[in-house]
């Protein structure tokens, strides 16, 4: 492994993601997650620390890696399973290319997702510190200070969704974050030539992130966070924490505000019991 690199084929590795077309954000968590990998083999993994080679490396060294992200980390299942198929796409890369003769993590499995870790409604009453958290990307807190206030994905990516915002009740730490902001995506915009909020960073014809574009941008915030950032969760979670904050309200009262069928927010209702 050369000085410049945080672990072993890094340079040919990230060459290799880049020819798949993936964006910077992408690319950059696939390093974040083996450089964090390898450091933890360098320091706590006797057969790394004695020969840092890849040949040395089976599947019981990455499972103990996994189990301290489980164990120490408390991590979430859907963020063991993001970070074991990064790991995965890196070692079949090095098999592949004749760089490791084995594949330590061919019988590794990912994990089953539950739905307590999905709903999450902690992050509601947390906002104020994680809209702080410049460790979050500007575009993850966005979309959850968004959300919180009702929106949907579907309605803050739209073109001229900005023009909304002077009507949202922002909060004085909201405010104080939707300046920061506001510095963020201005150059983004003067590039773009574009008065949205939600803008790909890269020059485009087509400047607006879609939904699939913002996943990427949120993927590497729920390893800060520890919780899923996928916008149909956060706007459920969104839901539930509207009907446990309006106990008072009847059916057709939740159904009006919350634009959803009956059906639906009795499904909510019962959901919200449950996470109390």
């Given at each position: ?27 950059d968590?696939?390093?974040?997650i ?92 947390e ?27 579907e309605?803050f ?8 915002l ?25 590039k773009?030539?574009s ?21 990427k ?9 520890n ?9 459920q ?28 927010i ?10 109390i």
């Amino acid at each position: 492994m050369s000085a410049k690199n945080n672990y072993p084929y890094q340079d040919s590795f990230t060459k290799h993601l880049s020819s798949k077309d993936l964006s910077e954000v992408t690319i950059d968590e696939y390093n974040k997650i083996l450089t964090e990998l390898f450091n933890y083999l360098s320091e706590f993994n006797k057969g790394y620390q004695s020969d840092h080679r890849v040949e040395n490396l089976f599947n019981r060294d990455i499972e103990e890696y996994l189990n301290m992200l489980l164990n120490n980390r408390q991590i979430s299942n859907s963020t063991y399973n993001k970070i074991l198929s990064h790991i995965n796409v890196y070692f079949n890369y090095l098999f592949t290319h004749n760089l490791n003769s084995n594949l330590p993590t061919i019988e590794l499995k990912g994990l089953k997702k539950t739905s307590k870790e999905d709903v999450n409604v902690k992050w509601i009453n947390e906002l104020d510190s994680i809209l702080k958290n410049n460790n979050v990307h500007f575009y993850a807190r966005m979309t959850m200070l968004l959300t919180s206030k009702g929106y949907k994905s579907e309605e803050f990516l739209q073109t001229g969704f900005y023009k909304q915002l002077d009507s949202i009740n922002f909060t004085e730490n909201e405010l104080i974050f939707k300046t920061s902001f506001d510095e963020f995506i201005k150059p983004i915009q003067e590039k773009q030539r574009s008065s949205d909020i939600f803008l790909k960073q890269r020059l485009s014809k087509q400047p607006n992130i879609t939904i699939q574009g913002l996943h990427k941008y949120l993927k590497p915030s729920e390893d800060v966070l520890n919780m899923s950032l996928n916008p149909s969760t956060l706007f459920q979670s969104y839901i539930v924490f509207y009907i446990q904050k309006n106990p008072n309200l009847n059916d057709i009262d939740l159904s009006t505000h919350l634009n959803l069928d009956l059906s639906s927010i009795n499904y909510y209702k019962q959901l919200a019991a449950k996470l109390i």
